[in-house]
Structure formats: structure tokens, C-alpha cells
């Protein structure tokens, strides 16, 4: 009887793998019998349920290890590390030889060799699934085509597999798939609810989206915030495949979109037009074709832009591939009724599983065209290299090597080529030191990636992006930079590495002086305070003997006397000696506190620094790429922990327990009327309260500061438009990411550890403060000519103009720090993080006058 059974059990579930296999490959068929399927593999109908990460994990080392077309490996961990994984399918022989096949392909990136016999070598094919976490049909996708790839036994499968070497990456944002799919699973009904106001449909806050840090992983090619974002370009650069896709979803009453996208104005001009012209062309033949097989709707080149480099659909295009972007209409869950018929999960999937399989047949039947491209796309980028007036571009930071470094981190990571700057010299007002300074030629094969971090773009066809329309990575880095113009200049010796720190600590018998100008100051100075020790910061310039000679230190140094300590003076040099070693830093020591000129290091002019123990109010409303950009400043650059509130838990918060409040863009209009009394009374007693853009409108319209914003003029309303051009109207006046230059005040402590008035900024919002009536108030005002890059109107630039950026506010013995602005965009504004820190670490010494 229990054999009958298990033969029943077998046939049935044969019989349901089946009709799976003609739902989601109607055309196909021939399945290796011996390779699992998903469903066989998992046990479940793919569309059932959403697949957990592990699982996916499971099922692509299961390919790898009973077929000989495919491997697998792990290219690095995320931050809750989960494994991110790359299965590559080929055929056997390929497999064996597949060093050697990598050798020969990256001849086509090699201007200098001539071109392979590239009847010789495979296309590579990169399919990257689910970047966003809750856009969770593609991942289920990759476990199909995966199966398909490696099982299929069709002629025009092994045609794949002889002619193409494909990596799937089945999540490129494992934490967020499963943040996503535990959602979606406990929530599931039997029968499943359809109705969009569902709760499956509906993801409490944070949601599955983002990575750990609620980061957009789709937006960090470029930056390279994050650690899944390293780990892919070590992988990307490894390879430079012909053919990237980023598979997403969108609204549920959509449809399909594939490339191309919007038309000319909103391309990147630094991908040339063959890409545009002729790749994406090609490729939408293929698309729509399997689309239509499908009978599916579908649309392109009405939406979406192409022109930032850090999409996963961009960055390929500037490495002489071709990027490509899928949406398709989410059932956000496993059932929801639509504007027609319900939308199933499992159709969601289908469509995908069609644009892949599309994608590789496409690539695969058009190998020499996309081989082609990439040699004369770098060829290409050497010419323009060559002839560009701009011979190279040097910069450094004489008195911070850490933003120095971390920009020459960036470039290498992208492999562009960095060189020494050999010689100490004076470009554009500013002087570039020898040892502290580097030089990237604009003559190399990475010209395209060299003109994206370093150009300055203020002209445009178009007037709404989709994204960010500047990205310019020198001003993000706030580093001093000039362009070198009149002959290409001595280069140094070629980085391969980051220049290594070598901080020294000598023991001082008097006091440790700490430079704040160096990025990583905030760090070490950290240490110090969680370990007890007292520190004050300079609000006047001074010298102190050090090494038997005077030395000059600014605003914002920081001073730990060796006697004025509950520690002795053997422990606080090991502390010290601490605080060096993780932050790079040299500490300066001094035997005396005397000197010709300027204060006394026992100078009122040194403020004693408070340990900050902040808390920021997060959930509901709370714009989540924002919070979690300060949760990863502190995590990654400082090592400090961050107390971390749900809107709806902070009437619970006893605010004595904390020195500092952030609050970042969001809505708080539903926040008691108690707990506003309460932050008042706790700002009039001592503490700082940090707001960003929407929280400081906040508080301004809560009375919590006496700051006012700016009187909204009157638009002069156009005449009669049309109705279709009413978005591309309304989208041109806002500010959606553009740099501006603002003025900062050097002796504020807010600006402590800067040297320069000028410096860049970014802004996405277009809330405008009043000028204070106090005229030592203002930390931070844009200039009278602000606009560096990016496309905003003219009425946005006339708004701007000389209008706060940064202003201080007084109560009682607190204060508030209103910024209208985000110095920490998306993990890479290192230029303008230390106003944010310095408000952090310095706000309890500040008396708002």
C-alpha cells in the first residue's frame, strides 16, 4: 500500500512538474530527467510560494553538482551574510577552458592588442536578478532559466551553452529578498486575497527594497557604498561581459517594459551612440518576439532614463557592453486584482523567464556584433582619450588623506588609472602637493569612466530624469581638483593600491593633539570618548611645540591633556595608540602647553567634547533612504551605535537618556502633541536636536525653532499647454538632485575641520529657509553663483541664490541644527559628512548666539 501511494505521489508530481514546464516553456521541452527542476528541487510550484534565499542558494549548487554544464561560487557575503552567488553555465568544454576563454575576451577591452579570433570565443552573458528585495518575481525567474540553461537538451539550448558562457546572479540584494519574502509568505492566504489593501500587499516599514542599510543597491554601481556592490564590480571587472540585465517590477496596472528607454535626452552622452543605435536596436527584436509568443503586453521607450552610470543597466554600457532594464507589473504578493484581469504571481515570472531566455538567444545569435562593439568601443574610448583638451585631472586634499584615499579607492575599484603626481604645483589657485596629490590621465582605456566622476554637466536635452541627473564624483568627495589642459603631464608611479597609512604616536607626557581636518578624525576621536577619556575642541586657532618646533593647528583640533584624565598616563596612551591604529590617524605630542602666540592650550577657547548618545526616529513616513544613510555613516565611518525609533514608539523614548536627536526627511505631522512639548523642554535643557529637509520644515511649523522658512514667490503661470506635456512641466521645476556650491563659515563648528569657504553641495529638495535675523547664525549659505552641476531652471537657481543652507537655533541651554540639504546622499557625499558629524560630535558645545 505505502509503495502504491509513493507511486501516486510521483506521478501526480511528475504530472504537476509538467504542466509547470509547458507554462513557463511553451516552446520548449527535452529536459534532462536526471536535472531537478525548481519545483521538484523545492517541492513546491514555482509561484507558489516566494523562494527563500537559501533556497535559491541550494538549488543553483544542486545544478553545479550533477551536471557538468554548470559551476557555481561565491563572490563575497552581504552585511547579514547571506552568500552572493554567481552560477555559470556552458558546455563542458567551455567549462574546462574557461580561464583561458576570460584571457581572450578581455583582449577585447585591450585597445593595444589586436583583435582575437572571436569565432573562437564564447559571448558572456551577466543575468542579475532582483537587485530590489520586494521586486521579487525575477529571482524566482533565475531559477527556471537556470534550470532550462543547464537541463535543456534542444539544439538551440546547447547552442547557448556552446557559444555563450552565462553567469545568473539569482539575487543581487539577498537580505532584501528575504526581508520581501518572509512578508509575502506569512501573509499568504488559502485562498490568496487578491484585494490590493490586503496586507500581503502591503509591506510595514522599512520593506524589502533596500539592502541592510535601507540603501538602493540599484543606485551603487557607481559609489560602491556597500559591500554587495564591491563584491559584484571585483566580479564585473573580472570579466567586462557583453550583456548585463536588471530585471524589476513596477505598478501592477502596468504591463512589460524592455529597452530602449526614453529617447536621446535622457541617454548618458558618454556611452556613444552605437549602444543606442544599434545594440539596443538588436536586442528589442529578440524581446518583443518572445513577448509576443507570449501575447503579453509590453512597452518601451516611454519611460525610464538611461543617462546615470550607477544603474546595473548603465554601468555595463560604459564598459562596452550593453545594460539593459526589464519592469514588470508586480502582484507584490501572489494574487491582486488589476484594472482588468487578476495578476498572478506566477505570470510575473513567466514574462521574466521569456526576457532571459530572449536574452541569451539574442546575445548568442548576434556574438560577433556585441564582440565587435566592445573592441572598438575601447578603442574607441582611447581615441576620444587622446584627443580630449583636458590631458589629465589631479587632486588631493593637502590636509586630509583619508577623503583622498577614499576617492583614489573609488577609482581603482573602477579601474581607472591613477598615477602619483610627481611634482608640486599650482593649478586654479590650488596647491597640489607632491605625495599628497595623484593624476588620472584622460588618455586610457577607462576615458568614459573618468569623464563620469570628474565632468561637470549643467547642459541637457531633457528636463525630468528619472534619477539623479548629476553624479559628478570629485565634487561628492569635496576634494580640491583641477583640470590639466596645456600638454599631458609627468606621471608618477601607477597605484595598484591604496596608499597605506602610516600613522605614529609618540608618548606625551603634557597633551595629544588630533588634526580634525582628516576625515577619519571623527573615528578616532570616538574611541577616546566610549573609552572615558576627555577631550576638548579648539574653537580658536593655536600652535603648540611639537618635535621642538611650533606647529600651526585650525579650528576644530582636538586636545586630550595628559593629566586632566580618569585614566593614567600609560593607559591613555595605549588608548591613543588605539585610536590612531583604526583610524589612520597620527596623534601629535606635546610636553608643554606654552607657546609664542595665540591661546594657551588651557584656553577658554577649548570646549570640553560629550560622548554623543543619539537617537533617530525612524518607520512610517520617515523617508528610509535617509535614515539609512546616517545609520551607515556611523556604523562604517565612526563605529558608533545609533539608537534607532519607530515613530510610533517614541511617546515610550525617556529623552534624558540621550544628548542628540536626528530627525530626517519624512512626515511628523502625526507625532503627539505631548512628545513635541517634551523635545522642546529637553532642547531648552541642553540638548541638540539634528533636522534634515522635511524635518526641519517640520519644526519650524511645530515651533520648535524661531528660524522661519522662506516666502514662496509667485510663479508666472504659463498660458494654455498641452495636456500630455503636464508631467514633463511640472517635473522641470522641481530640484531633483543637483550640486551647488555653498559658502561655509570656517570659525562655525558646524564647518570645524574645513579649509575652504567654498564647497560643493547636494540638493533634492525645495524647501528654502529665511534668512536669520541673527547674523552669526548661519553655519553654511549658498553663493551668489551656486549652480556647479546638474539640470535645474533658472527660477531655481535665482531661488538658491545666497539663501541658508545650514542655520543654528537657540534654546534655553539647547540648540537645533537645520539643514535644508542631505550630507550623506546615498554614501558617497564624503565632502559634506563631516557638517553632518560635526553636529553631531560638536553640537553640545555650541551656545546659539
Given at each position: 500500500m505505502k509503495r502504491l501511494f509513493l507511486l501516486l505521489f510521483a506521478f501526480v508530481f511528475t504530472g504537476l512538474a509538467q504542466a509547470q514546464n509547458?507554462?513557463?516553456?511553451?516552446?520548449?521541452?527535452?529536459?534532462?530527467?536526471?536535472?531537478?527542476?525548481?519545483?521538484?528541487?523545492?517541492?513546491?510550484?514555482?509561484?507558489?510560494?516566494?523562494?527563500?534565499?537559501?533556497?535559491?542558494?541550494?538549488?543553483?549548487?544542486?545544478?553545479?553538482?550533477?551536471?557538468?554544464?554548470?559551476?557555481?561560487?561565491?563572490?563575497?557575503?552581504?552585511?547579514?551574510?547571506?552568500?552572493?552567488?554567481v552560477l555559470t553555465i556552458s558546455s563542458p568544454a567551455n567549462l574546462s577552458r574557461l580561464e583561458a576563454i576570460r584571457t581572450e575576451h578581455l583582449k577585447l577591452?585591450?585597445?593595444?592588442?589586436?583583435?582575437?579570433?572571436?569565432?573562437?570565443?564564447?559571448?558572456?552573458?551577466?543575468?542579475?536578478?532582483?537587485?530590489?528585495?520586494?521586486?521579487?518575481?525575477?529571482a524566482e525567474a533565475a531559477l527556471l532559466t537556470a534550470y532550462y540553461l543547464v537541463a535543456s537538451n534542444e539544439?538551440?539550448?546547447?547552442?547557448?551553452?556552446?557559444?555563450?558562457?552565462?553567469?545568473?546572479?539569482?539575487?543581487?540584494?539577498?537580505?532584501?529578498?528575504?526581508?520581501?519574502?518572509?512578508?509575502?509568505?506569512?501573509?499568504?492566504?488559502?485562498?490568496?486575497?487578491?484585494?490590493?489593501?490586503?496586507r500581503e500587499h502591503n509591506e510595514v516599514w522599512p520593506g524589502g527594497r533596500t539592502n541592510h542599510y535601507w540603501y538602493d543597491l540599484n543606485r551603487d554601481w557607481l559609489p560602491l557604498a556597500h559591500i554587495e556592490s564591491q563584491n559584484r564590480i571585483k566580479w564585473h571587472q573580472k570579466w567586462y561581459p557583453n550583456m548585463v540585465t536588471d530585471f524589476h517590477e513596477m505598478g501592477t496596472n502596468s504591463t512589460y517594459f524592455f529597452e530602449p528607454t526614453k529617447p536621446y535626452g535622457s541617454e548618458n552622452p558618454v556611452v556613444g551612440r552605437k549602444n543606442y543605435d544599434v545594440l539596443n536596436p538588436v536586442m528589442a527584436k529578440y524581446f518583443h518576439e518572445s513577448m509576443d509568443d507570449l501575447g503579453s503586453l509590453y512597452f518601451l521607450r516611454e519611460q525610464y532614463d538611461n543617462s546615470y552610470p550607477g544603474y546595473g543597466a548603465t554601468y555595463a554600457d560604459?564598459?562596452?557592453?550593453?545594460g539593459v532594464t526589464f519592469e514588470q507589473a508586480s502582484s507584490r504578493g501572489h494574487l491582486q486584482h488589476t484594472t482588468t484581469k487578476d495578476i498572478t504571481f506566477s505570470f510575473t515570472i513567466r514574462n521574466h523567464v521569456a526576457t532571459s531566455l530572449a536574452t541569451v538567444k539574442g546575445v548568442v545569435k548576434e556574438k560577433e556584433t556585441f564582440q565587435r562593439h566592445m573592441k572598438e568601443f575601447f578603442e574607441e574610448s582611447v581615441k576620444?582619450?587622446?584627443?580630449d583638451p583636458i590631458k589629465a585631472y589631479v587632486f588631493g586634499d593637502n590636509f586630509d588623506s583619508g577623503r583622498t584615499n577614499a576617492f583614489v579607492d573609488l577609482l581603482l575599484q573602477h579601474h581607472v588609472k591613477v598615477y602619483e603626481n610627481p611634482t608640486t604645483q599650482t593649478l586654479s589657485g590650488q596647491r597640489f602637493e607632491s605625495g599628497k596629490s595623484y593624476l588620472v590621465p584622460t588618455n586610457q582605456k577607462q576615458y568614459r569612466m573618468v569623464r563620469s566622476v570628474f565632468e561637470k554637466v549643467k547642459q541637457y536635452d531633457d528636463s525630468v530624469f528619472y534619477d539623479a541627473s548629476t553624479w559628478t564624483m570629485i565634487l561628492a568627495y569635496g576634494l580640491p581638483h583641477a583640470e590639466i589642459k596645456a600638454k599631458a603631464p609627468a606621471l608618477g608611479t601607477?597605484?595598484?593600491?591604496?596608499?597605506?597609512?602610516?600613522?605614529?604616536?609618540?608618548?606625551?607626557?603634557?597633551?595629544?593633539?588630533?588634526?580634525?581636518r582628516e576625515y577619519a578624525a571623527p573615528k578616532a576621536l570616538y574611541h577616546l570618548l566610549k573609552n572615558g577619556v576627555f577631550a576638548k575642541v579648539a574653537y580658536q586657532p593655536f600652535s603648540a611645540i611639537v618635535k621642538g618646533a611650533e606647529k600651526n593647528y585650525s579650528y576644530g583640533s582636538i586636545l586630550v591633556s595628559v593629566a586632566d584624565q580618569n585614566v593614567d598616563a600609560d593607559k591613555l596612551f595605549s588608548l591613543v595608540k588605539e585610536a590612531s591604529e583604526l583610524s589612520g590617524l597620527t596623534f601629535d605630542a606635546t610636553a608643554t602647553g606654552y607657546t609664542d602666540k595665540g591661546v594657551g592650550?588651557?584656553?577658554r577657547s577649548f570646549e570640553t567634547v560629550t560622548f554623543p548618545k543619539a537617537l533617530m526616529v525612524i518607520g512610517e513616513g520617515i523617508f528610509l533612504y535617509e535614515a539609512g544613510e546616517v545609520w551607515h555613516l556611523l556604523d562604517s565611518k565612526i563605529g558608533m551605535p545609533i539608537t534607532k525609533v519607530d515613530k510610533g514608539d517614541i511617546g515610550q523614548v525617556r529623552l534624558s537618556d540621550y544628548n542628540t536627536v536626528i530627525l530626517v526627511n519624512g512626515r511628523y505631522n502625526d507625532v503627539s502633541d505631548s512628545f513635541i512639548e517634551d523635545l522642546k523642554a529637553w532642547v531648552r535643557g541642553g540638548g541638540t536636536l539634528i533636522t534634515q529637509k522635511g524635518a526641519t520644515k517640520w519644526a519650524i511649523s511645530k515651533g520648535l525653532v524661531k528660524e522661519k522658512l522662506a516666502e514662496s514667490k509667485d510663479e508666472k503661470t504659463p498660458g494654455r499647454m498641452d495636456y500630455e506635456d503636464a508631467r514633463n512641466y511640472y517635473g522641470a521645476q522641481s530640484i531633483g538632485g543637483v550640486i551647488f556650491e555653498a559658502d561655509i563659515d570656517l570659525t562655525n563648528p558646524i564647518a570645524f575641520g574645513y579649509t575652504s569657504k567654498k564647497l560643493p553641495v547636494y540638493r533634492n529638495s525645495s524647501i528654502f529657509l529665511k534668512?536669520?535675523?541673527?547674523?552669526?547664525?548661519?553655519?553654511?549659505?549658498?553663493?551668489?553663483?551656486?549652480?556647479?552641476?546638474?539640470?535645474?531652471?533658472?527660477?531655481?537657481?535665482?531661488?538658491?541664490?545666497?539663501?541658508?543652507?545650514?542655520?543654528?537655533?537657540?534654546?534655553?541651554?539647547?540648540?537645533?541644527?537645520?539643514f535644508t540639504d542631505n550630507c550623506n546622499f546615498r554614501g558617497y557625499w564624503y565632502g559634506t559628512n563631516k557638517l553632518f558629524l560635526n553636529a553631531l560630535f560638536f553640537g553640545s558645545t555650541i551656545s546659539v548666539p
Open positions: 509547458e507554462y513557463f516553456f511553451p516552446e520548449h521541452g527535452n529536459f534532462d530527467p536526471s536535472i531537478p527542476s525548481p519545483e521538484e528541487f523545492l517541492g513546491y510550484p514555482i509561484g507558489e510560494w516566494h523562494t527563500r534565499h537559501d533556497n535559491i542558494v541550494a538549488y543553483m549548487e544542486k545544478l553545479a553538482a550533477v551536471s557538468d554544464r554548470a559551476t557555481v561560487q561565491n563572490i563575497g557575503y552581504t552585511y547579514e551574510h547571506r552568500a552572493q552567488v577591452t585591450d585597445p593595444a592588442q589586436p583583435i582575437p579570433d572571436i569565432s573562437k570565443i564564447p559571448a558572456i552573458i551577466h543575468l542579475g536578478y532582483n537587485v530590489h528585495g520586494n521586486e521579487p518575481s525575477s539544439p538551440e539550448a546547447e547552442q547557448y551553452r556552446q557559444n555563450g558562457v552565462i553567469f545568473i546572479e539569482p539575487s543581487l540584494n539577498p537580505d532584501g529578498r528575504d526581508r520581501h519574502a518572509n512578508w509575502a509568505n506569512m501573509h499568504k492566504g488559502f485562498p490568496p486575497v487578491a484585494d490590493p489593501i490586503d560604459i564598459h562596452g557592453g550593453l576620444q582619450g587622446a584627443a601607477e597605484l595598484t593600491a591604496v596608499p597605506a597609512a602610516k600613522p605614529t604616536v609618540e608618548k606625551a607626557s603634557y597633551a595629544y593633539i588630533l588634526d580634525w592650550l588651557g584656553s534668512p536669520s535675523e541673527s547674523p552669526f547664525r548661519t553655519a553654511a549659505q549658498y553663493t551668489a553663483q551656486p549652480w556647479l552641476a546638474g539640470f535645474v531652471t533658472p527660477s531655481n537657481v535665482e531661488k538658491v541664490k545666497n539663501s541658508p543652507s545650514i542655520l543654528l537655533d537657540g534654546s534655553g541651554r539647547g540648540r537645533t541644527i537645520l
